[in-house]
């Protein structure tokens, strides 16, 4: 059974940073690209970035590059996201998702592993 564990989130103000993990399970995720997601209430689910698992190639949104940063860790089977200058409107419920690494990896319709998500809000 696969599980996306995701950990990490908080209350921060602006300007700080958190660090979000996903810790994977259930599969071998060599082929995979691992998203990240996020969900502000009242809008639509939006691409943060992804990481492919073999290789570590990254993509990024445009609204966080250059502050977020996406690293994994093969032995621990963890993704991490690194979030630096955060802004209110960073906040939202940010999920980390997995799918094959084929096609595009920044519709969420084409993930298959969702974790729970976790709660991410940056005071003004």
């Known amino acids: 059974q696969v599980q996306l564990v995701e950990s990490g989130g908080g209350l921060v103000q602006a300007g700080g940073s958190l660090r979000l993990s996903c810790a994977a399970s259930g599969r071998t995720f060599s082929n995979y690209a691992m998203g990240w997601f996020r969900q502000a209430p009242g809008k639509e689910r939006e691409f943060v970035g992804a990481?492919?698992?073999?290789?570590?190639?990254?993509y990024y949104a445009d609204s966080v590059k250059g502050r977020f940063t996406i690293s994994r860790d093969n032995a621990k089977r963890t993704v991490y996201l690194q979030m630096n200058s955060l802004k209110p409107e960073d906040t939202a419920v940010y999920y980390c998702a997995a799918k094959r690494f084929q096609g595009s990896i920044e519709l969420s319709a084409g993930y298959e592993y969702w974790g729970q998500g976790t709660q991410v809000t940056v005071s003004s």
């Open positions: 990481i492919r698992w073999s290789g570590g190639s990254t």
